[in-house]
């Protein structure tokens, strides 16, 4: 960490210079991260929904743990839930655009995907467990809380249930003419070849993941320089920078009809964010990192609760058209959003 510890000492000129340009590289790979994606998904034959939410959710979150990881070790436990929740709530605004991208209709109707239904409701599960460590007793196992063995093992049993829905569902959706299916692609897998996608997509992961460090350390940065609060900091600069992959990938899988992908990818990747906590509690060596956490954390975490309800009441609704073609869960998840970012900045 003395690299680290270095670069957070720049100046403010350069801390921004290396902000934008982490940025940058974690918007511009995104795209490619997306094509490698949709073809690796037909390819491995789990479908859009599932590698979604476990390798394209993955990989695009790795810039978040990074950054998290980075803040954590450095001891600003603040920071590091701030970017790792912050980017839960701001991933889940990105799907607002992705459905404004989809003109033909509601995105959440088109998309329509059982997996994608259990995801959501394993992340609104999963974001409660930090709340209750945060208010319960501060105990450690391993240098960890148990809340972090946890989190991990709910995760893991969830996309198991995930999986196994998309190949035996209990019920299915209701098919209509704007209902757009996961259809494998044989032809981009036959024209990239196996080997040459996962080397491509692997690739694209290490180059977000250097950019996230970088967005990491300049966020650590922006504390000292800015003096706003490491939460205000994680939420509103670190997590939107590390978050870029969710939001280019979303819309470029929308605009190449792979809109299960697109959904799949926002809530597969906001429920592995919630392992940001698991990584930045073992990398935080004073204590639990869910007793670490504020009232402002706390209230980004109640936030992104709200937000994925919202989003998973339009999944089973389904409305079909609303204001512009999106439904009303998007108008409501940008609502939301900003109003918790107004208490936030000025409710402090």
Same mark, same amino acid.
């Given at each position: 960490m003395r690299l680290g510890g270095r670069l957070t000492e720049l100046s403010l000129t350069t801390t921004l210079i290396l902000f934008v340009l982490g940025a940058a590289v974690i918007a511009a790979v995104g795209v490619k991260l997306t094509r490698f994606a949709d073809a690796l998904a037909d390819l491995t034959g789990l479908g859009e929904a599932v590698f979604g939410a476990v390798l394209l959710g993955a990989s695009t979150s790795f810039p978040g743990i990074v950054a998290s990881v980075t803040a954590a070790a450095s001891g600003h436990a603040e920071l590091a839930?701030?970017?790792?929740?912050?980017?839960?709530?701001?991933?889940?605004?990105?799907?607002?655009?992705?459905?404004?991208?989809?003109?033909?209709a509601n995105l959440e109707h088109a998309a329509a995907s059982v997996p994608n239904l259990i995801n959501a409701a394993l992340l609104c599960g999963l974001l409660a467990l930090p709340l209750m460590a945060a208010n319960g007793p501060s105990l450690t196992l391993l240098g960890l809380?148990?809340?972090?063995?946890?989190?991990?093992?709910?995760?893991?049993?969830?996309?198991?249930?995930?999986?196994?829905?998309?190949d035996v569902p209990g019920w299915r959706p209701v098919r209509t003419r704007d209902t757009l299916e996961d259809q494998p692609k044989t032809s981009l897998v036959r024209q990239g070849g196996a080997r040459r996608l996962w080397l491509g997509f692997a690739a694209s992961v290490a180059v977000v993941g250097v950019a996230g460090w970088l967005v990491g350390i300049a966020g650590l940065a922006l504390v000292r320089h800015t003096g706003l609060s490491e939460t205000l900091v994680g939420s509103l600069f670190t997590a939107t920078a590390t978050s870029l992959?969710? *939001? +280019?990938? !979303?819309? @470029? &899988?929308? $605009?190449? =009809?792979?809109?299960?992908? %697109?959904? /799949?990818?926002?809530?597969?990747?906001?429920?592995?964010?919630?392992?940001? *906590? +698991?990584? !930045?509690? @073992? &990398?935080? $060596?004073? =204590?639990?990192?869910?007793? %670490?956490? /504020?009232?402002?954390?706390?209230?980004?975490?109640?936030?992104?609760?709200? *937000?994925?309800?919202?989003?998973?009441?339009?999944?089973?609704?389904?409305?079909r058209r609303g204001v512009a073609n999106i439904g009303f869960e998007s108008v409501a998840v940008l609502c939301f959003y900003l109003l918790g970012l107004a208490v936030l900045v000025f409710g402090r």
């Open positions: 839930v701030g970017n790792a929740v912050g980017g839960i709530a701001v991933q889940t605004v990105f799907l607002v655009a992705a459905d404004l991208a989809h003109r033909r809380h148990p809340v972090s063995f946890l989190l991990l093992a709910i995760y893991v049993f969830g996309l198991r249930i995930a999986a196994e829905s998309r992959p969710e *939001l +280019v990938t !979303a819309v @470029a &899988a929308v $605009r190449q =009809g792979a809109l299960t992908l %697109a959904v /799949g990818g926002i809530i597969g990747g906001n429920t592995f964010d919630v392992l940001f *906590l +698991v990584f !930045a509690d @073992a &990398a935080y $060596r004073e =204590g639990s990192i869910y007793h %670490a956490m /504020g009232m402002q954390s706390q209230f980004l975490i109640s936030l992104s609760i709200l *937000l994925t309800a919202v989003l998973l009441l339009g999944l089973i609704r389904r409305e």
